[in-house]
């Protein structure tokens, strides 16, 4: 069965710190796609990232920065020099093209972090 | 702007009364979701719909119902059968149900409070 696993519940940081985030995933499919969101306090989900299960290169984008590894099922979120406006819900989530038909997503448990001033 | 709205952000309800919640999106996309999430935990899916005139039980369906007449609108009801229907709820859609490539984008969600 597919799943989602965030072991981190909540991450407390001092601004300017760097910080990861952990996301291991479950799926016997072949093709799937893992995603990272955002939900800050207004409650809304933030799309940050979408990557294939063909694709290993790890992405920057500014401070934010994704290391997906096949081989240990884990696809991980780093902040570098965190700021307060990125005090969030994170999730991490999956999508699979055999047991996921309709393309819907199965979540982790989403990690909150609380960036310090 | 092109993005999902999502009406009202608060609601209340006494208990025994149905309730539906509003959701619309003009981003063109052929499918949309209905999640819950209770405090401190993940997004639940509900029901989904690929294409107009169509829809799917998710995980957590009994005590919902939905209605797919038009690509925009994707309406909710909660029944007074939900037995905890106190919770914030998330609308989203994407532009295409049939392929798990594509990314979901969200609403602003309703938290629904019943008493």
């Known amino acids: 069965a597919q799943k989602v696993t965030q072991a981190q519940t909540e991450i407390s940081v001092v601004e300017k710190e760097d910080v990861t985030l952990d996301c291991v995933y479950e799926t016997r499919d072949t093709t799937y796609y893992l995603f990272w969101y955002k939900q800050p306090p207004s409650g809304e989900l933030v799309f940050l990232i979408r990557?294939?299960?063909?694709?290993?290169q790890n992405e920057i984008s500014g401070r934010y920065s994704w290391n997906f590894q096949k081989s240990t099922s884990s696809f991980n979120f780093t902040i570098t020099a965190s700021q307060v406006v990125d005090s969030a819900v994170y999730f991490c989530?999956?999508?699979?093209?055999?047991?996921?038909?309709?393309?819907?997503?199965?979540f982790g448990q989403g990690t909150e972090l609380s960036v310090k001033p | 702007d092109g993005g999902i709205t999502q009406s009202p952000k608060y609601l209340f309800r006494k208990e025994g009364q149905n309730v539906t919640l509003s959701c619309e999106q003009n981003l063109n996309h052929d499918a949309m979701y209905w999640y819950r999430q209770d405090p401190g935990q993940g997004l639940r899916l509900i029901y989904y719909s690929q294409i107009v005139n169509d829809f799917q039980k998710g995980d957590i369906a009994e005590g919902y119902s939905v209605s797919r007449e038009k690509k925009e609108s994707f309406p909710l009801t909660v029944t007074s059968a939900q037995k905890n229907p106190t919770a914030f709820y998330l609308c989203?859609?994407?532009?295409?149900?049939?392929?798990?490539?594509?990314?979901?984008?969200f609403g602003p969600g309703t938290r629904l409070t019943v008493t």
């Open positions: 989530a999956l999508s699979d093209q055999i047991y996921n038909q309709g393309g819907k997503l199965i």
């Open positions: 989203a859609s994407s532009f295409d149900g049939t392929r798990a490539t594509y990314e979901q984008y």
């Open positions: 990557r294939n299960s063909f694709d290993e």
